[in-house]
């Protein structure tokens, strides 16, 4: 079994900062992307950053300039840092993972269970 536990939202004032985590356990053999999504109410969900297994990163143009995808692959971690948050930074964030449980797999997606980011006055 493979979950992915994602930590660190919470609410901030317009302006601030939070560092969002995302640690994947279990029976993994190799982890390829990592990205973030987030979905706010009435919304669908919208891909935020992605980081590949080299290091790569791709951002959604709304959040260019101020949020910075990482992974520690000593840890099986993502993180999501991000600055000069805005109302409409607003929304659940989900990490999602290709990983492989066993050499020569194809890697499946996995998803966490989201955390919620509010950004508010």
């Known amino acids: 079994q493979v979950q992915l536990v994602e930590s660190g939202g919470g609410l901030v004032q317009p302006g601030g900062s939070l560092r969002l985590s995302c640690a994947a356990s279990?029976?993994?053999?190799?982890?390829?992307?990592m990205r973030w999504y987030r979905q706010a109410p009435g919304k669908q969900r919208e891909l935020v950053a992605h980081?590949?297994?080299?290091?790569?990163?791709t951002y959604a143009d709304s959040v260019k300039g101020r949020f910075a995808i990482s992974r520690d692959n000593a840890k099986n971690t993502v993180y999501l840092q991000m600055n000069s948050l805005k109302h409409e930074d607003t929304a659940v964030y989900y990490c999602?993972?290709?990983?492989?449980?066993?050499?020569?797999?194809?890697?499946?997606?996995?998803w966490g269970q989201g955390t919620q980011v509010t950004v508010s006055s």
């Open positions: 279990g029976s993994i053999f190799s982890i390829s992307f």
């Open positions: 980081i590949t297994s080299g290091g790569s990163t």
């Open positions: 999602n993972a290709g990983i492989s449980q066993r050499v020569m797999a194809s890697p499946r997606g996995y």
